[in-house]
């Protein structure tokens, strides 16, 4: 099974029909896509028609909460999406989708951590997160998108104060399938206004998981032509 993130920015618009060449060329059995928004986001779908993708997750939008404009978190799949109980879910349920992949008997989480300078609440996003986490260490499960923290030595300059999330998330025994299948490698998926690279965009698995992880690894060519700010991440699993 492969699996694509990609962080597409402010919903893709224009760039839309780049997004989807780049999806339709990847050819990932799940598509997890962060700052998706729904107005656009039909262009988009219509435009992967090809990929054979009618089953979909998107994350909850609170009542009350103005949609338009809101970046959400979306997954696409050909396979069959089962929602599932998680312990805590974020105030900011938009960027969160929490599925399981009946074809993979796989659980996924996705999502998209909120920056710290943002209106949504970053620390208590990740503390449902780790909750997700603990819950599920023993199942075949995992943590996918843009999650906005990084480890010190993913940091180019400035490091992130919330890694100390990242490094509970490792304790609790999970693994970063990137670092894993590039143990010696540095490479960042977004970079700051001062040039600074950071790797925001990542994939956790639970320890039932991890030994599945065949390739893991980033196309920076999008972010470099500009198609978004955010590389694309794919993972492949026996």
């Excluded at 656009?40 to 054979?52: F, K, Q, V, W, Y």
């Excluded at 103005?66 to 089962?82: D, F, I, K, P, Q």
């Excluded at 960027?95 to 300078?117: I, K």
Aim: charged fraction near 25%; aromatic fraction near 8%; include cysteine.
């Amino acid at each position: 099974m492969k699996l694509a993130a990609w962080n597409i920015r402010a919903g893709g618009g224009r760039r839309s029909a780049e997004i989807a060449r780049v999806l339709i060329e990847e050819a990932p059995d799940v598509i997890v896509l962060t700052e998706y928004r729904a107005a656009p986001g039909r262009e988009l779908r219509t435009l992967l028609a090809p990929l054979g993708h009618h089953k979909d997750a998107c994350g909850a939008v609170a009542e009350g909460v103005r949609t338009t404009g809101l970046n959400c978190v979306c997954v696409l799949s050909a396979g069959e999406l089962r929602p599932v109980a998680v312990p805590a879910t974020p105030t900011s349920s938009h960027r969160w989708v929490a599925v399981e992949h009946c074809d993979a008997d796989m659980t996924l989480l996705a999502v998209h951590v909120p920056n710290q300078t943002e209106v949504w609440n970053k620390r208590e996003f990740w503390d449902c997160v780790l909750s997700f986490a603990e819950a599920r260490a023993d199942d075949r499960a995992l943590i996918v998108g843009d999650l906005n923290t990084a480890l010190d030595e993913d940091c180019q300059g400035d490091p992130i104060r919330e890694a100390v999330f990242l490094k509970h998330l490792i304790a609790t025994g999970w693994t970063d399938a990137w670092r894993a299948c590039n143990p010696e490698t540095s490479e960042y998926s977004w970079f700051s206004h001062r040039q600074n690279g950071f790797r925001l965009d990542h994939c956790y698995v639970s320890p039932a998981l991890a030994h599945d992880v065949t390739t893991c690894r980033f196309r920076h060519d999008v972010r470099t032509e500009r198609i978004s700010d955010h590389s694309l991440l794919t993972v492949e699993f026996r």
